[in-house]
């Protein structure tokens, strides 16, 4: 009786090994999706109409946006040191309504007043994700996801938006509450910096080169 006992204990241990194991191997399978969700996504390089070679004074800076202080204005230098661009961040509404939906990233040329924002593909409105890097929209049905970091080539330069977090109110509601934008503006072109620097998994999205 006793010599027949040990086999019995064994395989009950094998099987209490196996479940574990199928059980740790569907958590990661159900996990997978669940990061997948979660990540950051790639990042978006898109270029203006504009394919000037003006350069600028570089300059970082981070915005942090609530109904009771909804815009952010930022003068743009040349290389020279003087006044070229404005880069403003302002509140986009739905009609009729004074609540905050998503906010919209600027860039005017002091010296072509007739262009509203050259951070845009094409003067012409679409659907297409690279002619609305601009528009910082958390919403479902956003052209560009929210936490998407955005390269813009404009001139002989570059603007990176970054959506570094944001708030509703009510947490269930589509009205925001705040924002916080960073905002590089740049010589060199951000995707070879992190070439070189040894991240290169992965590439950026909606890329036409230089």
Same mark, same amino acid.
């Given at each position: 009786?006793?010599?027949?006992?040990?086999?019995?204990?064994?395989?009950?241990?094998?099987?209490?090994?196996?479940?574990?194991?199928?059980?740790?191997?569907?958590?990661?399978?159900?996990?997978?999706?669940?990061?997948?969700?979660?990540?950051?996504?790639?990042?978006?390089?898109?270029?203006?109409?504009?394919?000037?070679?003006?350069?600028?004074?570089?300059?970082?800076?981070?915005?942090?946006?609530?109904?009771?202080?909804?815009?952010?204005?930022?003068?743009?230098?040349?290389?020279? %040191?003087?006044?070229?661009? +404005?880069?403003? @961040?302002?509140?986009?509404?739905?009609?009729? *309504?004074?609540?905050? &939906?998503?906010?919209?990233?600027?860039?005017?040329?002091?010296?072509?007043?007739?262009?509203?924002?050259?951070?845009?593909?094409?003067?012409?409105?679409?659907?297409?994700?690279?002619?609305?890097?601009?528009?910082?929209?958390? %919403?479902?049905?956003?052209? +560009?996801?929210? @936490?998407?970091?955005?390269?813009?080539?404009? *001139?002989?330069?570059? &603007?990176?938006?970054?959506?570094?977090?944001?708030?509703?109110?009510?947490?269930?509601?589509?009205?925001?509450?705040?924002?916080?934008?960073?905002?590089?503006?740049?010589?060199?072109?951000?995707?070879?910096?992190?070439?070189?620097?040894?991240?290169?998994?992965?590439?950026?999205?909606?890329?036409?080169?230089?």
């Amino acid at each position: 009786m006793v010599v027949n006992s040990i086999p019995k204990v064994f395989g009950t241990e094998l099987t209490m090994i196996r479940i574990l194991r199928c059980w740790t191997m569907l958590s990661a399978a159900l996990a997978c999706p669940l990061w997948a969700q979660t990540a950051a996504p790639p990042p978006l390089y898109a270029e203006s109409f504009r394919h000037g070679a003006t350069r600028v004074t570089e300059t970082t800076f981070e915005a942090q946006l609530t109904p009771q202080q909804p815009v952010y204005r930022e003068p743009i230098k040349d290389a020279r %040191g003087n006044d070229r661009y +404005v880069l403003s @961040l302002a509140p986009l509404h739905v009609e009729g *309504d004074f609540q905050i &939906v998503s906010w919209e990233a600027k860039l005017a040329d002091l010296q072509h007043r007739m262009y509203a924002n050259v951070l845009m593909t094409s003067q012409i409105p679409s659907d297409d994700p690279l002619n609305n890097a601009w528009w910082l929209d958390p %919403g479902k049905f956003a052209r +560009v996801p929210v @936490l998407t970091q955005r390269i813009i080539r404009v *001139d002989g330069f570059y &603007v990176v938006l970054r959506v570094m977090g944001y708030h509703f109110t009510p947490s269930e509601s589509p009205y925001l509450d705040s924002m916080t934008i960073q905002v590089n503006i740049t010589n060199a072109d951000p995707r070879a910096a992190k070439h070189s620097a040894g991240s290169g998994a992965g590439g950026s999205i909606g890329s036409r080169g230089n």
